[in-house]
């Protein structure tokens, strides 16, 4: 996939609003393959809703978004499937981990779909986020914060054209933020993918080629 292209697309529950200023909604928006893009946005004004279009996971917008030239509107279950295990990642706000497995086997359930990491790769870079003592201790008793960095290894274990972040470094500091940032720019730039970060204050120290105000 070498684009993504929002047509005039907004959240059904904007849909009507006379007084929304949105360089996203409501605008013709183009994501390029290779790009680094941050789209800012204050609380309520559809960030992660933002995501979960983008990611097949909810249709209650007007407008169009197009993979290529492709409305995502018309794909159905087994193309979105392809779609998340060859072409587009994401890391979720709320990250979607399984807290009765380690971190390791949170990695590994993704991993093994795809193939796409070596293990020295993943322990590696659980070496380098600070959690390889973490590897194999259940994910619900690791803090938010390692959660995050655990949550972001699986999100790059599979091939990638772009990679969807909904406030990746929220609960990190500012040394794990940029270690996560390093991963994440060197995995990209491997791959040529682009990144599109949300924030709604605290973001990745990145030279951005396009922000965006949500």
Sequence with gaps: MKRITLNNAVPEIFASREDLRSEIWHSEVCFER???YLIEAESGTGKSSL?????????????????DQSDIRNFDTNAWSEIRQTSLSILFQDLRLFGELTALENVEIKNRITHFQSHATIKGWFEE???????DSRIDRMSYGQQQRVALIRALCQPIDFLLLDEPISHLDDRNSDVMRDIILRETERQGAALIATSIGKHMTIDYDKRFRL
């Design 34 to 36: 290779g790009g680094r």
């Design 51 to 67: 995501c979960s279009y983008l990611y097949g996971q909810r249709g209650d917008y007007r407008g169009s978004i197009l993979f």
């Design 129 to 135: 986020l600070g959690i390889a003592d973490k590897m």
